[in-house]
């Protein structure tokens, strides 16, 4: 990345679509103060003007949708037809609005003492980071964003540069909503610069969402300064087709799992594990239907599949495609068919691999792109031990009509949620976390509220 300039290159034709400087260290120093200064008032705002105050801002920001949608196309190349991602961050945060009430509500001591009120409060934890992504720019910023505002806290926004206008949008809708000037800013930051508010101590919570190798830059920037840390990171999520699943269903699910967004989801499907007893049928069914996208410019209402984000994002999945082939994977796509993809851009052909095994990147590293390989399994234990055997562990879905076997499946499972006939969904009433190198914390549901808040005991006894 630039070291003065932030730039974001558009997916569609390679070039300069917005370019911003990043802030002066006085900027940044004055913006801490100011959400510093915003936040001692905020806390003491009740809750339902906090509430009034969040949903202004969500409204303000779905306001814009008709500028996002194709603004988001040229950012980071989803296609227009799919109509952005507000459906998704309106029930997110009016969720988390809706629980923060109860969320938030102080503690009594489970024993009650004569003479004594003992009680656990929640405070807000003061200043939060948030750190966002480029794949769903507002989807994964909200989740931290509403909650963290509910809660009391004042929030810096720090967005990916692939994405730097949707950063500018919060900040729009932050101001037509009229939250109080400080509280809600949005960062044109370095990777430096961000670091620096980490190990200074600037702020009291971080959450960042992106890569792991972001993730362990964040965690070295934040050790020693006691900042506590959401994780929200890779992913290489699989899913298991079990022998009593309804297979039309499978197949037509798993695609868009696996496909939508250009495979661009944090969550989307990225190995398939099918009883032997359908594994044919599968391959065929959804080789099909991976035959019928339409790859090309985003703002076209035709295309079903756009470009992936950046060329080099593209050139590893081209990388991981052919690395597996030559260890003798079958890729069952004819690149051919999809004349955008020149092998030379950020347009890139879907692809259906099968022949895989775990001794190919394709099936242990995150591809964040649209290929996926299909294994056949003999039963339950093989799948999960194949689901299990990876660095990540952020969602696994199984594909079954016996809700006890799921759930039996899914106690052996490591992963962070569970999924049962749906994938690639973020439910905002269950904790959103992932295991090993997914990261660590959680984010939506009530649980979301533990973070960015701090207990208060209070121990008072009358004499
Ligand atoms: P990324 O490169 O790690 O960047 C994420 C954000 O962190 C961006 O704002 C980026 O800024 C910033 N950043 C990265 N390295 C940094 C550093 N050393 N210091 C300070 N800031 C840093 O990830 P991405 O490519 O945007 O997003 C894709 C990744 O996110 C995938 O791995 C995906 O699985 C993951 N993801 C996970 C979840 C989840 O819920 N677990 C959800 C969505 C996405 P710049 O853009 O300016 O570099």
């Not at 932030?6 to 913006?31: K, N, Q, Y």
């Not at 024993?111 to 992504?133: N, W």
């Not at 800013?185 to 961000?194: A, F, G, R």
């Amino acid at each position: 990345m630039a070291d003065t300039d932030i730039v974001c290159i558009s997916p569609i034709d390679g070039r300069e679509l917005v370019r911003r400087p990043i802030m002066s260290e006085a900027a940044i120093a004055a913006a801490v103060s100011a959400a510093r200064e915003a936040q001692r008032s905020w806390r003491h705002v009740p809750l339902a003007e906090r509430s009034a105050a969040v949903l202004a801002m969500l409204d303000a920001l779905v306001a814009m949708n008709q500028e996002v949608v194709p603004e988001l196309a040229q950012q980071m190349g989803r296609p227009v037809r799919y109509g952005g991602e507000f459906r998704g961050v309106e029930e997110r945060a009016r969720y988390m609005v809706k629980i923060a009430e109860d969320s938030l509500r102080t503690i009594p001591a489970d024993d009650e003492r004569a003479g004594f009120r003992r009680m656990i409060k929640r405070e807000p934890v003061g200043l939060v980071l948030v750190i966002a992504p480029w794949n769903y720019p507002y989807l994964t910023a909200i989740n931290t964003i509403a909650p963290a505002l509910m809660a009391g806290n004042a929030v810096l926004l720090k967005h990916a540069s692939q994405t730097v206008l949707a950063g500018e949008r919060f900040q729009m809708a932050a101001e037509h909503a009229g939250l109080p000037r400080g509280l809600f800013q949005n960062l044109h930051l370095s990777h430096d610069q961000t670091s620096q508010i980490l190990q200074q101590g600037l702020v009291d919570h971080c959450n960042f969402t992106g890569s792991v190798s972001g993730g362990r830059s964040i965690e070295r920037a934040a050790a020693g300064s006691f900042t506590s840390l959401g994780l929200e990171l890779g992913g290489k999520d699989p899913a298991y087709v079990r022998e009593d699943a309804n297979l039309d269903h499978a197949v037509e699910n798993l695609v868009d799992g696996a496909f939508f967004n250009s495979g661009q989801c944090c969550c989307g499907i990225e190995r398939i594990y099918v009883h032997e007893k359908h594994y044919d049928r599968f391959v065929e069914g959804a080789v099909d239907l991976v035959n019928k996208y339409v790859l090309g410019n985003p703002l076209d209402e035709a295309t079903t599949l756009g470009p992936m984000a950046h060329r080099r994002f593209a050139d590893l999945v081209r990388h991981q495609n052919a690395e597996a082939v030559a260890k003798g994977a079958k890729a069952h796509i004819d690149a051919g068919r999809f004349a955008a993809d020149a092998g030379n851009s950020a347009y890139l052909a879907p692809q259906v691999l099968t022949g895989v095994d775990h001794s190919m990147s394709v099936m242990r590293e995150e591809s964040f792109g649209p290929t996926v390989g299909i294994m056949k399994v003999r039963g339950d234990e093989e799948a999960i031990h194949l689901m299990n055997d990876s660095p990540y562990g952020l969602s696994a879905a199984i594909w079954t009509s016996d809700v006890e076997a799921a759930e039996a499946i899914g106690n052996k499972l490591e992963t962070g949620t569970v999924f049962m006939n749906r994938c690639d969904y973020l439910d905002p009433a269950l904790a959103w976390t992932g295991v090993k190198d997914t990261g660590r914390g959680a984010s939506l549901s009530r649980l979301a509220y533990e973070s960015l808040t701090r207990p208060k005991s209070f121990h008072l006894r009358h004499i």
